[in-house]
């Protein structure tokens, strides 16, 4: 089954940018990852699936249903480029906040906090303040939630930018971890090293064009490595389009 389908999806912002006839479609239960430089339009395509801007042309379906209908972000989690919240919340506040819309019952909702904060090992932040936090102890808070409610697609821009070493690691068991449990993973990256070894597929976007999208393993028969072949590409798009 397809959890998200993108069907010739064009964007364009003044003269500047544009994604042009976008498609393809990711399998439930996979680790997918989009790659691209920055500016590439990676924000701009997951944007569009949450429907918080809209296409000039082309369908997304999520979970089968439009984008542009609420009820495809049932069963979505969703952490942008640099998670932030009202300052005065604790990491406990956000998570309780997270839960209670997504309609965690109250008495399921502590348990479920309790071992996220335990999994991004942020136990001990549990009633700090965001406010008196470091910004990468703020990213473990966003990444937290999404094991919060019950969730089929996550989507996360960017999850590893500000983790040190150790978060890097949490992230990638948590996100196996997700994987294990039948979840699919969107995953907005520029760590292609990661990405090889945690990704069943990749997509590679440049100056809002599809250069390549496929399985790791079939990057992995044509270069020696994932950082070989998305160099490969960008240089071939960029020669071809002087
Ligand atoms: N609201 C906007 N108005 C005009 N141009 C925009 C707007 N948002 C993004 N852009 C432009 O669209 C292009 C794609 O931006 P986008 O944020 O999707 O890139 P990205 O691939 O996520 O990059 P990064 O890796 O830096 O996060 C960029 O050139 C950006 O300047
Ligand atoms: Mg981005």
Same mark, same amino acid.
């Given at each position: 089954m397809h959890v998200i389908q993108i069907e010739n999806i064009s964007k364009t912002y003044g003269e500047h940018f544009s994604l042009r006839n976008i498609s393809f479609s990711l399998e439930k239960g996979k680790i997918f990852s989009l790659l691209g430089p920055n500016g590439a339009?990676?924000?701009?395509?997951?944007?569009? /699936? *949450?429907?918080?801007?809209?296409?000039?042309?082309? %369908?997304?379906l999520i979970n089968n249903t439009e984008?542009?209908?609420?009820? &495809?972000?049932?069963?979505?989690?969703?952490?942008?480029?640099?998670?932030?919240?009202?300052?005065?919340?604790?990491?406990?506040?956000? =998570?309780?906040?997270?839960?209670?819309?997504?309609?965690?019952?109250?008495? =399921?909702?502590?348990?479920?906090?309790? &071992?996220? =904060?335990? /999994? *991004? %090992?942020?136990?001990?932040?549990?009633?700090?303040?965001?406010?008196?936090? &470091?910004k990468g102890q703020i990213q473990r808070v966003g990444l937290a939630s999404i094991l919060i409610g019950d969730n089929d697609l996550i989507i996360l821009d960017e999850p590893f930018s500000g983790l040190d070493p150790i978060g890097m690691r949490d992230l990638k068991d948590i996100i196996k971890k997700l994987k294990e449990d039948g979840k699919t993973l969107f995953i907005n990256s520029h760590i292609l090293l990661e990405m090889e070894h945690l990704c069943d597929e990749v997509a590679i976007l440049n100056r809002g064009e599809l250069l390549f999208k496929g399985p790791v393993s079939e990057v992995l028969a044509k270069e020696k490595s994932l950082d070989d072949f998305f160099h490969k590409l960008i240089n071939q798009d960029e020669q071809g389009s002087k």
């Open positions: 339009g990676k924000t701009t395509l997951v944007k569009l /699936m *949450l429907n918080l801007i809209h296409q000039d042309a082309g %369908n997304i984008a542009n209908n609420k009820k &495809s972000r049932l069963g979505v989690a969703f952490i942008p480029e640099k998670f932030n919240f009202f300052p005065f919340y604790t990491a406990y506040g956000v =998570l309780e906040f997270f839960g209670t819309m997504k309609g965690v019952q109250a008495d =399921l909702l502590k348990p479920q906090i309790d &071992s996220a =904060l335990k /999994m *991004l %090992n942020i136990d001990e932040l549990r009633n700090r303040k965001l406010s008196k936090m &470091s």
